[in-house]
């Protein structure tokens, strides 16, 4: 395949392994603070990033080209707050959607239209997941840190949270 799309596709790999590891380490420090649904929710979120990494690996190898499983670097053990939380998975993810268009347009320098093909599946995703963020972040400011309002948000979290898709 094009080093230069297979080189990018790596550090895609790279990315979505770190935001699998960022939100596990967002529910481990939520399962320590009382937030089971923001943890399952976190759980639930990580498998799902886990799972966009597989997909990487995967096209590339069946591609012919080489995946490269990344080390991981050491994510954040505390949070201050749950707004805190759910602000930096927001920009995480604004983040990350700059990189998967970053990723669509060397796609397209290099005429890899499959590789394009495959990548609008990870476009929509990013859209459907910085939606989702900024709509509980709006949540949680209306909250705005009151107690019970918190502990209403957690169990709707563990209500709403519902496995990767596949
Ligand atoms: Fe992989 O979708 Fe979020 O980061």
Redesign the pocket.
């Known amino acids: 395949m094009n080093l230069r799309v297979q080189q990018a596709l790596n550090d895609q790999i790279e ?2 392994a770190s ?1 699998s590891h960022y939100y596990l380490a967002m529910a481990s420090w939520a399962e320590n603070n009382g937030l089971n649904g923001t943890a399952k929710f976190m759980y639930l979120h990580s498998d ?2 886990r799972f ?1 990494m597989l997909k990487l690996i995967k096209f590339i190898n069946e591609r012919g080209g080489e995946a490269i499983v990344p080390p991981v670097t050491k994510p954040p053990v505390q949070f201050d707050n749950l707004e805190s939380v759910f602000t930096k998975l927001l920009e ?2 604004i983040r ?1 959607t700059e990189c998967i268009n970053n990723l669509v347009n060397i796609c397209l320098e290099e005429k890899d239209y499959s590789t394009h093909n495959f990548l609008q599946w ?1 476009v929509s ?2 859209l459907e ?1 910085e939606a989702l963020a900024r709509t509980i972040l709006d949540k949680l400011k209306l909250i705005s840190g009151d107690k019970a309002g918190i502990y209403l948000f957690d169990r709707d979290l563990d209500n709403s949270a519902t496995p990767p898709k596949v």
């Open positions: 990315k979505e935001s799902e990033e966009h995480h993810e990350v990870y995703e990013q997941e």
